[in-house]
């Protein structure tokens, strides 16, 4: 088992989980600066809003987790803040961080069909990093398999939990979203072939596809009533993304993203 802590600076232990997450977020506000002035803007509209959004988004990840946990949280106050040990949820440090941009987007009069195009690929890999994390802390895993053959030895060591090895859905997730970012990578890059806004109706819609069907084989799912709320979600994204497309094509107006 591989020790959740990577190292200590006197009282201070430096989890992996935080790692996992800035290195996905370094990376992502790299990308992102990079791709800003294609697209008019500039890397400080970058820098500027994950300063502000960053924070926020944990903040808002975290909320959402103990909300849908409080039968839980309401009897362990002392553990609300401990987002060490996990506890996040990735569609509320979405929604939150979306909140936030457009907030942002009105008072700098940035275009934010625009500026969400330049963070969804990102948002993709920061993701795809930031699971690796669950990977360390032993959750975000699915049922109960009698073996892990196909992993190396590393991933199967660390699925063996409580005496059985468990599915690797963050690992699922993490590939599904790689996978993600490197055809809208390459894809965008195509003259006239996506219309602005549509790099964020992709991300929409191949994320919650991924989501809705790897969601389904997690034993830890956030619950509404009998239902996995992340799945309810991931419907009502697929279901905007389409919709936005459709929209955006019958809108001669709109540009496409490469000219």
Known sequence: MIDPIAFKIGPLAIHWYAICIMLGLFLAVYLASKEAPRKNLTSDDIIDFILIAFPLAIIGARLYYVIFEWSYYSQHLNELFAIWNGGIAIYGGLITGAIV???????????????????????MIAQAIGRWGNFINQEAYGKIVSHLDYLPAFIQ??????????TPTFLYESLWNLIGFTIISIVKRKKHFLKEGELLAFYLIWYGIGRFIIEGMRTDSLMFYDFRVSQLVSVVLIIFGSIFVIIRRQMKEVPYYQK
């Open 101 to 123: 941009l457009f907030i942002y987007s009105y008072y700098k009069v940035i275009n934010p069909i625009t500026f969400l195009d330049i963070l969804a690929p990102s948002v």
């Open 157 to 166: 060591k660390q699925m063996f939990i409580d005496g059985h090895y468990r």
